[in-house]
């Protein structure tokens, strides 16, 4: 939904000049994506997810020796 930036009307998505002084409206700007941060080629959160994976595993094994009969 432009809004027009000579009177600041408010103007339908489909409206390419603004219905009230017919000023051209700039183009409605689609949503920036976040660029995910990438880390030797892979994305940072894949990173978190795998130490998150390996800490859970180690401390898994940790566990499992602890509780381990003799
Ligand atoms: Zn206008």
């Known amino acids: 939904m ?3 930036p000579n009177c600041g009307t408010w103007n339908p998505d489909d409206k390419r000049v603004c219905w009230r002084c017919g000023t051209p409206l700039p ?3 689609p949503k920036k994506r976040r660029k995910p941060i990438m880390l030797w ?3 940072l959160w894949t990173w978190v997810v795998l130490a998150l994976m390996t800490i859970v595993l180690l401390a898994g094994q940790c566990g499992l020796m ?3 009969p003799h």
């Open 2 to 4: 432009p809004i027009c």
């Open 27 to 29: 183009k409605p700007q």
């Open 41 to 43: 080629g892979m994305p």
């Open 66 to 68: 602890q509780t381990m």
